[in-house]
Structure formats: structure tokens, C-alpha cells
């Protein structure tokens, strides 16, 4: 994963039943490419064992400052000099207290009080000691040093109370991770639209006109914006999908939804990159009321909807289209990249099985407005996004 490769991440795990997630989050950032040291307080070690982590991110596992028999032992001035980011999750009530005086008692925070990488925390602990004034004003000082908070989530806790305490889920850490390591990237201070996912048109209360896009190839490009240091706002048709981390998020439904956010956001944006599936058609008249099913067929008029690429069109805004073609790839995408005024259009064959809806590869080609055609290989819709991207940093100039 390009936001992770060869990065140097900290994950500072403190004793918390929600370490079991922590090995998942070691394990992902492991797969992504990063270099990953975990750095365990004492009572961690009580729920998950250094070896566990150990084995995940093949690397040695900090537990004990001061033992000499370790071959990390007073490591923490070179892992915390040559951090990318130091993560901690769970963070304890305990460890939260530490870091907000600078306590610095144990392997973990001696390092993130000698290290001037940025600090991600993911409390995680009873609702009570989270709702606490004295974790509160932790919390608040810490992000006041500029220390970036994620979470705690609501839901079911390990007493079988229900409230705010969770550890956030791996998954969202990985956004809040990948954000936090791009934001000097080569977006950082731009603004980009994003839309996604299939519009919706009404035909009466229950029914809908829809099509196919699963979404995943927009959210992927409002992703790979933020991990370069974008501010995404991604515009999204209805989806299965979660919402992205550090992604302001608007959701509509028809066409014309779309139409209207997607102008509105875009008004002072750098790049449109519009990844929707946007109904071409709308039913005419919508009806209030269910329609009840007869013995005869029923033809539905439709009427045409706005092109949100044309309208949007302005010096200034870079604007990217998708052509997803059944035939004539090239010659098709030619046609909307001219008519729609774009600087770049992404064109797929949706009869190429690896690039069809719901997949998480495609196999796209460029066309941009100075008649260069480029075919890409079969790639991950994430790194599809990247090659869109740097095409975009390099419209943007
Ligand atoms: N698009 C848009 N507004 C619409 C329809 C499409 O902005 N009302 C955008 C899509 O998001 C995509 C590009 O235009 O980036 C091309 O969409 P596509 O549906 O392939 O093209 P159409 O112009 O609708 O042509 P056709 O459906 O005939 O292929």
C-alpha cells in the first residue's frame, strides 16, 4: 500500500481487553508495507503476549526499558527519532494520564515523550473513566499539543455495558493512520470532490431506478487523496460501504442531489473527480403514494438529468470523468472527455471481469486532453486512485 510503505510506525499497545485488536491493526499495517515496532506497557502483556506481536511484524517487541538482556532495551531514543507516526492502541485511561504530564516510567512513554513524530491515541476503557473530568482534561490537553484523538466508539463493552469506551475498529485506525502520515504529501492544502456510488430515482416511495456501481473505485480516490494530505469531501450515492476516516462525507440520493453537492463543494475546489454512476434518466413524475401492482404492464416515462461533469466545468477546477464502456473503449471515452471539457477520463471495459462492478482491481485507461492514450495494467482500485492522482498533481501543477 503506497501511504505505508517503508514507513516507520510506533504502536504503543497499554493493558486493555481491546489488545486482541491491536494485534489486527499490527497486522495490517505489517501487510501494507510498514515497519512496524510494538512497544507493550506491563499490564499489556497480561492480555496479549510479545510473542503474538512479535510473529505478526517479524520485528522485536519493546516491553522492558531497562532490561539489559534485550536487544531493544533503551531503544526508545532510536525508535522514537526515527518514527513515521507512533500509534497507540488501546490507550488506557493510565497511559492517557502519562502522556498529558510527561510521565515517562516505562518503555512506552519514554518514547512518545522523546519523539517529535505525530501521536495518534485510540482511547479505550470504561465509559465512566472516559467520561471522568480527569481523563476529560487529559484528552483536551493532549489535543491541544496536537496530539490526534480517535475515538472511543460506542457500543457493547467487556462489563456488558453499553456506552462510549470501544477502542475504534482497526480498519478506521488504518484511514486515521494513512491520513496522519500523508499530510505533507503532495496534495497537502488542496481541496478535491470525490463522488461515488450509483444514484437513485425515485419511481414512488419504495421503488428506485438504480444501477451496479458498488462505490469502491470513488471511495478508493477520496482515500488515496487524503493519504497524499488532500481535504476530501466525498459525495456519495447510496453504498454498503463505511465511511471513510478523516473524509467529510455527504450522502444523497438522486441525480440531482448529486448535482447540487457536488457544485456546491466544488465551487472552491481544485479537482472534481467524479467516480459516480450518475442516472442518465429520472422518472418523469415520481408518484406519492405506492403504486399497487396490476394485470397489465406499466411504462414509466423518463426524463433526462443534468451532466454534473459540464455543469461543474471551470477555469481552475481540474475535472476527471469515468467512461465505463461495453464497447468501443476508446472511441467513446474520447467523445465524453471532449464534451465534457474534462482534463483526464478514466476509461474501463465493464465486460473485463477483473474490472466490472463490486471488484476491488480494474484495469483502466487514460485519455487526457492532449491526446495522450495510456493503458494501465490490472491493478487494485487504491492504486488505480494513485495513478489518477498524479495525474491530477501534475494538471495542478
Ligand atoms: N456524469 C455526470 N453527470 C451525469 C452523467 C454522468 O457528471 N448526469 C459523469 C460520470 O460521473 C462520469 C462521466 O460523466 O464521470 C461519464 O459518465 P457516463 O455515464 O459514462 O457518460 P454519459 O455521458 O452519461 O454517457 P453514456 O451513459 O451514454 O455512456
Not at 42 to 63: C, D, G, K, Q, W
Not at 84 to 91: E, K, L, N, R, T
Not at 371 to 387: C, D, F, I, R, S
Request: proline share 5%; aromatic share 4%; hydrophobic share 45%.
Amino acid at each position: 500500500m503506497r501511504a505505508l510503505e517503508g514507513k516507520h510506525i510506533v504502536l504503543g499497545v497499554s493493558g486493555s481487553i481491546a489488545c486482541y485488536k491491536a494485534v489486527d491493526l499490527a497486522s495490517r499495517l505489517t501487510q501494507g508495507g510498514a515497519l512496524v515496532d510494538v512497544i507493550m506497557t506491563e499490564s499489556a502483556t497480561r492480555f496479549v503476549t510479545p510473542l503474538t506481536f512479535r510473529n505478526i511484524t517479524h520485528r522485536p517487541v519493546v516491553t522492558d526499558a531497562f532490561d539489559l538482556s534485550s536487544e531493544m532495551s533503551l531503544q526508545h531514543v532510536v525508535l522514537a527519532e526515527r518514527a513515521d507516526v507512533i500509534v497507540v492502541a488501546p490507550a488506557t485511561a493510565n497511559t492517557l494520564a502519562k502522556f498529558a504530564h510527561g510521565l515517562a516510567d516505562d518503555a512506552l512513554s519514554m518514547t512518545v515523550l522523546a519523539s517529535r513524530a505525530p501521536v495518534l491515541v485510540a482511547p479505550a476503557m470504561d465509559g465512566h473513566m472516559w467520561q471522568n473530568p480527569a481523563t476529560f482534561d487529559n484528552a483536551t490537553q493532549l489535543i491541544e499539543r496536537g496530539f490526534t484523538i480517535v475515538g472511543p466508539a460506542e457500543g457493547r463493552m467487556a462489563s456488558g455495558l453499553v456506552g462510549l469506551g470501544r477502542l475504534v475498529e482497526p480498519a478506521e485506525l488504518m484511514g486515521h493512520i494513512t491520513a496522519l502520515l500523508g499530510r505533507t504529501g503532495d496534495l497537502a492544502g488542496r481541496k478535491i470532490v470525490v463522488s461515488a456510488g450509483g444514484t437513485q430515482e425515485p419511481i414512488d416511495p419504495v421503488r428506485v431506478v438504480a444501477n451496479r456501481s458498488s462505490g469502491k473505485m470513488g471511495y478508493a480516490v477520496a482515500e488515496a487523496a487524503r493519504d497524499r494530505g488532500a481535504t476530501v469531501v466525498l459525495v456519495a450515492a447510496p453504498t454498503v460501504l463505511d465511511d471513510p476516516a478523516a473524509i467529510e462525507m455527504v450522502r444523497v440520493g438522486t441525480a440531482l442531489q448529486m448535482h447540487d453537492a457536488v457544485l456546491h463543494h466544488s465551487s472552491d475546489a481544485d479537482a472534481l473527480v467524479m467516480a459516480a454512476a450518475v442516472a442518465d434518466y429520472r422518472p418523469e413524475a415520481p408518484a406519492d403514494q405506492k403504486v399497487k401492482k396490476k394485470t397489465e404492464g406499466w411504462t414509466l416515462q423518463l426524463a433526462p438529468t443534468l451532466d454534473i461533469l459540464a455543469a461543474a466545468a471551470r477555469p481552475g477546477l481540474i475535472s476527471v470523468g469515468f467512461a465505463a464502456e461495453s464497447q468501443s473503449l476508446v472511441e467513446h471515452a474520447r467523445g465524453k472527455l471532449q464534451a465534457k471539457g474534462l482534463h483526464l477520463i478514466v476509461a474501463n471495459d465493464i465486460t473485463d471481469p477483473d474490472s466490472g462492478f463490486g471488484v476491488d482491481t480494474n484495469r483502466v485507461t487514460f485519455l487526457d486532453r492532449n491526446g495522450l492514450v495510456e493503458e494501465m495494467p490490472l491493478l487494485t482500485k487504491y492504486e488505480v486512485a494513485h495513478q489518477i492522482l498524479d495525474r491530477v498533481v501534475e494538471w495542478l501543477g
